[in-house]
Every structure is written in structure tokens, then in C-alpha cells.
């Protein structure tokens, strides 16, 4: 059974940093390009960043330069680092499995983390 | 940057037709897909390739893609399908997600 994991989501200052991690389990993880999707508290899906089977990275311009996605085929785990957050990156951060042979939808999402940025 | 454009909500009887649209810029030429989200829940795929449906995903839902206009369809809607749904597509390596459609059964 393919499952998504997440972990790292809490509450952060203004300015400061945090690491998010999605554990993925029941597929060949690294056959697989990944991606992070956020959703702020009442609004829709916001696109985050991807990265492919190969390590080749894309972000939103929203994030583009403060953030930084990354993987770890040896453990079976995803990751997004993410520097000089904002109050506006507020949200619950989903990591989400794109399947290439349905590309360029994702078959399977984790559960989501929430990231809450105040002071 | 590319956008895309769905109406706020959709209101729809039940076992009646309910169609979401999604505009986009000539988005007939590239792959739309549908997510299905409840409150509380993650995004479920329901529609993706314009037309195909995932396992497990009921034959009343159905999805076309033509010109500007990607439509998901829902034949015989149930009380069950009242939900948020959301376009996507993909454009110069990044993807893009429609604004979202509260489905309202009533």
C-alpha cells in the first residue's frame, strides 16, 4: 500500500526556518517524481515546488530563492527546507507522488502537515 | 504565468448533472485533471489525461477538455459528492491548480 508520510509541520517565528519530511512507503520511491502543495487555512491548492527522479528542482515564484526541495532515495524520503518564512506561508503542506504514466496528476498524497507562521 | 479560472461554487439536485468548469489559455493542449477534496481530508484524483479515471473512482464522474474549457462532469450526483474540487494542468515545469468549485448538493 503506497503511503505518505509527513512530519516536521509546528509553530515559527517570522524570519526563521524549519524542515519538512514526507516518508514514503510501498512504492519504488525513487522512480517517482515528487511534490509539495500547500493549502492556507480556508483557501485552495497552491503548488509549491517539484523535484524529479533524477534530483532536477522547480518552485513557485512565491518561494522561488527561500525554500529548497530535496530527496534522499536511500531513505526513502522527501524534503523541504524552508528559510525566511512569512506569515503568508501559513498552510498545510502536502507532499504528493506525480505518477508519470497519469502525468501530470498526483496519484497519491500524504495526510499534510501544518505550518503556522507568528510570532 | 499561467492561470486558471474556475467559478467559486456549483450548486446541483441531487441525481442531477453537476459540471465544473475550468478555463485556461489554450488549455484543449495540454493535460487537465480533477481533484476531489472534503473538508479535513487531502485532494483525492478523480480525473486525470482530460478523460480518464483512476481505479476506484466512480463511472458517474467523467471529465473533456477542448479550446479553452476543461469540464468535469458528475452524471446522477450523490449527497457523497458534495465537496471542493480542483483543476490542474501543467505548464513550462510548473503545475497550476484552478482556484477550486464548492460543490453544493441540495
Known amino acids: 500500500e503506497v503511503q505518505l508520510l509527513e512530519s516536521g509541520g509546528g509553530l515559527v517565528p517570522p524570519g526563521g526556518a524549519l524542515r519538512l519530511s514526507c516518508a514514503a512507503s510501498?512504492?519504488?520511491?525513487?522512480?517517482?517524481?515528487m511534490r509539495w502543495v500547500r493549502q492556507a487555512p480556508g483557501k485552495g491548492l497552491e503548488w509549491v515546488s517539484s523535484i524529479s527522479r533524477g534530483g532536477s528542482t522547480y518552485y513557485a515564484d512565491s518561494v522561488k530563492g527561500r525554500f529548497a526541495i530535496s530527496r534522499d532515495n536511500s531513505k526513502n524520503t522527501l524534503y523541504l527546507q524552508m528559510n525566511s518564512l512569512r506569515a503568508e506561508d501559513t498552510a498545510i503542506y502536502y507532499c504528493?507522488?506525480?505518477?508519470?504514466?497519469?502525468?501530470?496528476?498526483?496519484?497519491?498524497w500524504g495526510q499534510g502537515t501544518l505550518v503556522t507562521v507568528s510570532s | 504565468s499561467y492561470e486558471l479560472t474556475q467559478p467559486p461554487s456549483v450548486s446541483v439536485s441531487p441525481g442531477q448533472t453537476a459540471s465544473i468548469t475550468c478555463f485556461g489559455n489554450k488549455l484543449g493542449d495540454k493535460y487537465a485533471c480533477w481533484y476531489q477534496q472534503k473538508p479535513g481530508q487531502s485532494p483525492v484524483l478523480v480525473i486525470y489525461q482530460n478523460n480518464k479515471r483512476p481505479s476506484g473512482i466512480p463511472e458517474r464522474f467523467s471529465g473533456s477538455n477542448s479550446g479553452n474549457t476543461a469540464t468535469l462532469t458528475i452524471s446522477g450526483t450523490q449527497a457523497m459528492d458534495e465537496a471542493d474540487y480542483y483543476c490542474?494542468?501543467?505548464?513550462?515545469?510548473?503545475?497550476?491548480f484552478g482556484g477550486g468549485t464548492k460543490l453544493t448538493v441540495l
Open positions: 510501498g512504492f519504488t520511491f525513487s522512480s517517482y517524481d
Open positions: 504528493a507522488r506525480l505518477n508519470e504514466v497519469i502525468s501530470p496528476a498526483s496519484d497519491y
Open positions: 490542474q494542468a501543467w505548464d513550462s515545469s510548473t503545475v497550476v
